[in-house]
């Protein structure tokens, strides 16, 4: 057999050599640009998967709803909102309006009177009642809001904001108070032959009947503060039974009414006061002594009446009297009312 030279078998296996680390260098580089292509794909699908993890609870929507969007003057109204997840804290607040102010009843029941274009802390329910007045314009909006702040921090902050309507329906369409008109009586005169006489409506005797609701704040009286008490006008209307019904004229065919405030914006308890109302044809209704208010106490008082016996522009007053009140400017109310027949 003939022999391989030594020379020759060391040549051929470098030459494999050689052949078999160009292959592996051509393997390792095609793997690494196999690789190169697989891993971004697959980090940036943990990373969108982690950040919609983390991102969950912020991508929540805060949903609020009223049960009305209109409501009228002195009525309330329940605002609702969803239920947002983590642990965090609600407000409430609502715009400076003119003309408007808002309570609202707490975890207690006690209604509490809120600053305009101030937050305010609620409890971790979903619902809040709030207390509505507007005294100066027929029709007008009231922007609210509902926040959320998540474990107080400004990054997860949800804020909603809605508008509800308010209608005062005791001032004129046109926004002006109606001018008192004066009127002239007549006398009748003796019918002519074969002219029928006058049909005379017989006298009712004036009657009154009060609905009174007494609205609780934060009382507490200090004995050696002072009284005042401060009347407000809610509106005319009509009573039906116990419900005031609001309207811009009031019908001599229904039990007439008139609804007020009267609240204790003193720092010591009213425990002896009352009120003098005159209503229209003439009709006096003086109140016994009503229940005492404390501080930022309030009661809206719905006086209702009957036996009219003129139409017309009327005028209606009402004075509050207690003992010991430090200012009687703000005790009496007059506004004028039509009265149609």
């Known amino acids: 057999m003939e022999q391989v030279p030594e020379e020759k078998k060391n040549a051929l296996t470098k030459t494999f050599a050689i052949v078999g680390f160009t292959a592996l260098i051509i393997f390792i580089v095609w793997f690494a640009v196999q690789l ?6 697959a980090f940036s699908s943990l990373a969108s998967l982690a950040d919609s993890v983390y991102n969950y609870d912020n ?7 009223t049960n009305n969007s209109v409501v009228n003057a002195g009525e309330s109204f329940t605002i609702s909102w969803t239920h947002m997840k983590g642990v965090g804290a609600y407000s409430f607040s609502y715009k400076c309006t003119e003309g408007v102010a808002l309570d ?3 975890t207690e029941g006690a209604i509490v009177s809120l600053n ?16 509505i007045a507007s005294e100066k314009y027929r029709f007008v909006d009231v922007p609210y809001t509902i926040t959320f702040a998540k474990d107080e921090t400004d990054e997860s902050v949800k804020s909603t904001t809605k508008t509800i309507t308010v209608v005062n329906a005791s001032i004129p369409a046109t926004g002006v108070v109606v001018a008192p008109v004066v009127t002239t009586p007549q006398t009748p005169t003796t019918p002519v032959d074969n002219t029928p006489a006058p049909v005379v409506k017989p006298v009712v005797k004036p009657t009154t009947t009060t609905v009174t609701k007494v609205v609780y704040g934060i009382p507490v009286s200090n004995p050696n503060g002072v009284v005042n008490l401060q009347t407000t006008y809610f509106g005319a209307g009509s009573l039906s039974g116990s419900t005031f019904v609001p309207a811009t004229k009031i019908d001599m065919d229904l039990k007439g009414a008139i609804r007020f405030e009267v609240k204790n914006i003193g720092t010591k308890t009213a425990t002896n006061w009352s009120y003098v109302a005159h209503l229209p044809s003439d009709i006096t209704y003086t109140s016994p002594i009503q229940k005492e208010l404390k501080p930022n106490e309030r009661a809206v008082i719905t006086l209702g009446f009957d036996g009219l016996t003129e139409d017309g522009i009327e005028s209606v007053s009402i004075t509050v009297s207690a003992t010991g009140d430090v200012s009687t400017a703000n005790n009496t109310i007059s506004v004028k009312v039509e009265i149609i027949d």
């Open 36 to 41: 190169v292509g697989v891993l971004p794909s």
């Open 59 to 65: 991508n929540q929507e805060l949903q609020v709803s």
């Open 104 to 106: 609202v009843k707490n």
């Open 116 to 131: 305009c274009d101030t937050p305010v802390a609620l409890a971790q329910s979903t619902s809040l009642e709030v207390l």
